[in-house]
């Protein structure tokens, strides 16, 4: 978490960070309650992998929104799509399960994963994602997730 932190501290992205218990999926988040992320969009994020493991996806979207893999493969011009393993995770993102992020690029140092975001965040004021790990979750302007995806070099994708 300190290193995604200090990235946002060193691009002057303005956030702020909410702690709260272990939460472990999107009911979890909910079961907080609408007051607790001060109005902020709270993000589902999926990490997935192509048939043959060669392309990983990190997907923030809507929480509300349904993810539908065969029309994101199809977006990013990959094979058939499914989730990637604890384990990719670990490697490419440094993340346990249930702490996925797009603020995790920071530890990719390959750039391997390809960032692809739901166009309809961008209308949000403010959106939540975790900073790492799922104890906390940082609130932010839609258009400075973009700002921190783009300055570590990752793919991004709006779709």
């Given at each position: 978490m300190d290193e995604i932190l200090e990235k946002l501290k060193e691009l002057n992205i303005d956030y702020e960070l909410?702690?709260?218990?272990?939460?472990y999926n999107m009911e979890e988040?909910?079961?907080l309650g609408p007051d607790y992320f001060k109005g902020a969009s709270i993000c589902?994020?999926?990490f997935l992998r192509d048939a043959k493991g060669k392309r990983h996806f990190?997907?923030?979207?809507?929480?509300?929104?349904?993810?539908?893999?065969?029309?994101i493969?199809?977006?990013?011009?990959?094979?058939?799509?499914?989730?990637?393993?604890?384990e990719r995770l670990q490697k490419y993102l440094n993340l346990q399960p249930?702490?996925?992020t797009p603020l995790a690029i920071v530890y990719d140092k390959e750039k391997a994963v390809e960032?692809?975001?739901?166009?309809?965040?961008?209308?949000e004021e403010k959106i939540g994602v975790h900073p790492g790990v799922n104890t906390a979750t940082v609130i932010l302007s839609p258009?400075?997730?973009?700002?921190?995806?783009?300055?570590?070099?990752n793919k991004l994708k709006l779709i």
């Open positions: 909410i702690e709260h218990k272990p939460v988040m909910d079961a589902k994020n999926l990190l997907v923030t979207m809507k929480e509300e929104k349904q993810a539908n893999l065969a029309d493969a199809k977006a990013s011009f990959s094979t058939k799509l499914s989730f990637a393993s604890p249930g702490a996925v960032v692809i975001l739901d166009k309809d965040l961008l209308k258009s400075d997730l973009e700002k921190y995806i783009k300055e570590n070099g």
